[in-house]
């Protein structure tokens, strides 16, 4: 009997425990998931690309439907419009992440019937963090690209330029995405407290904003976890629910900029333990590894440059070697590559000559050229003077005769 009363005193204390927290989801569902807009009216942001007569919206409601690239950061509704898109095309929509895709996996999409028909349904791929693909795999999409048996929707956080196959590249339209701002990051927190049925005081919600960085998935992921695991939306609750410890720190990416510009000026230094330890806290923080190896192709020239000029080969093998074997291995050849690169002598003497002339070219636009060293391609130029006189071992100047006495290139100053 006392045990009976026990349990029933127990049971009656869990009651109350329960009903002193706020409603779960009881869907299961993620917040961002339930949140995710439906159409292009619930969409937030870029309004360049979807506000009325803008060059996506049109598309999406006239059912025009191309081959595409989102190119912009994260959380900013690259995979929210690939969504909208399917659906108003009334289209079968395949989704893969580029991380762990085959080609296995696009010939299954490539041969999947719907039903009994076949090319019927318009098919459209969409490709996350497309750059991931190497040029093998990439080369494997274009022929169905090309033909339109599948509509390619890729999504990139790096420059499409620099990580799509130029033939796949030509075939598909580029739009860049922006960054959310602060209103309308915060637009979005307010249809996350809206479904929580939750309130959130001014400070929260402009820290909130602010450790978002224009980001909409980290503010609404940050808001879901302190309300499952804190039942309330304070500062605090926030910061404990906040387990990515690589989340950018504040709304220019401070964090991630400070630390290249840290790698960059070490190995300018010459000072290789400082250059190998930003080189592992990028690592270590999961940044992609060809933006590090592009920043080492560019400082080879930048500030190796003439001193030594087989560091720009060292430096493009290193991105060759990245662009194929990707992490993990990849970090034994970046090390390889920052080490070298950090040891080697400097000189930025045809850097600074060349933004010399460049900055000679903004000022004073296209001046004529000297006639001397024009092709006379036909007998009118050739009598209007073009290389009359032209002596090939000239030790003339060949600048526009505003800047026949300009020096640009000095050499390395001792």
């Not at 904003?209 to 939306?233: E, S």
């Not at 190796?304 to 194929?324: C, D, H, K, M």
């Not at 040891?343 to 850097?351: G, L, M, Q, T, V």
Request: hydrophobic letters at 40%; a positive charge.
């Amino acid at each position: 009997m006392n045990y009976y009363k026990l349990e029933i005193a127990l049971q009656y204390v869990r009651m109350r425990n329960t009903r002193s927290k706020p409603k779960p989801n009881m869907s299961n569902e993620p917040l961002a998931a339930i949140l995710r807009p439906k159409n292009l009216d619930e969409f937030v942001g870029q309004k360049h690309l979807v506000g009325e007569d803008k060059p996506l919206r049109m598309a999406i409601e006239s059912h025009q439907i191309f081959s595409m690239i989102f190119w912009g950061p994260p959380g900013v509704g690259k995979t929210t419009l690939a969504r909208i898109i399917a659906k108003e095309a009334q289209a079968e929509l395949y989704e893969l992440s580029a991380v762990s895709a085959s080609k296995d996996d696009i010939k299954k999409i490539i041969g999947n019937r719907i039903g009994n028909q076949t090319n019927l349904v318009k098919k459209i791929l969409f490709l996350d963090e497309i750059h991931r693909f190497n040029k093998a795999q990439q080369d494997f999409l274009l022929p169905s690209v090309e033909t339109g048996a599948l509509t390619l929707i890729g999504a990139t956080t790096e420059n499409p330029s620099f990580e799509v196959i130029a033939p796949l590249l030509s075939r598909c339209r580029v739009f860049v995405l922006n960054e959310l701002s602060e209103k309308e990051v915060g637009e979005i927190i307010e249809r996350s407290l809206k479904i929580l049925k939750m309130k959130m005081t001014k400070s929260a919600k402009e820290w909130l904003i602010n450790m978002a960085n224009g980001d909409a998935r980290q503010a609404i992921t940050m808001i879901d976890n302190a309300h499952t695991l804190y039942g309330n939306l304070k500062i605090e609750s926030l910061k404990n629910a906040l387990q990515n410890s690589y989340l950018r720190f504040d709304k220019k990416g401070e964090e991630h900029y400070n630390t290249i510009s840290a790698f960059i000026k070490s190995m300018r230094a010459s000072n290789v333990d400082a250059s190998l330890y930003y080189l592992a806290r990028m690592v270590a923080a999961g940044e992609d590894p060809k933006f590090i190896a592009r920043r080492m192709v560019v400082f080879a020239s930048e500030d190796i440059g003439l001193a030594s000029s087989s560091a720009l080969l060292v430096a493009n093998a290193v991105f060759r070697a990245v662009e194929t074997i990707g992490y993990p291995e990849c970090q034994e050849n970046l090390a390889h590559g920052v080490a070298y690169l950090a040891k080697c002598p400097k000189d930025r003497s045809a850097y600074n000559a060349f933004m010399s002339a460049l900055k000679d070219v903004q000022t004073y636009g296209n001046l004529p050229i000297p006639l001397s060293i024009l092709n006379p391609v036909t007998s009118l130029m050739k009598d209007l003077g073009y290389g009359k006189d032209y002596d090939k071992y000239t030790k003339e100047s060949l600048l526009p005769e505003k800047l026949k006495n300009k020096k640009y290139f000095r050499g390395k100053k001792k």
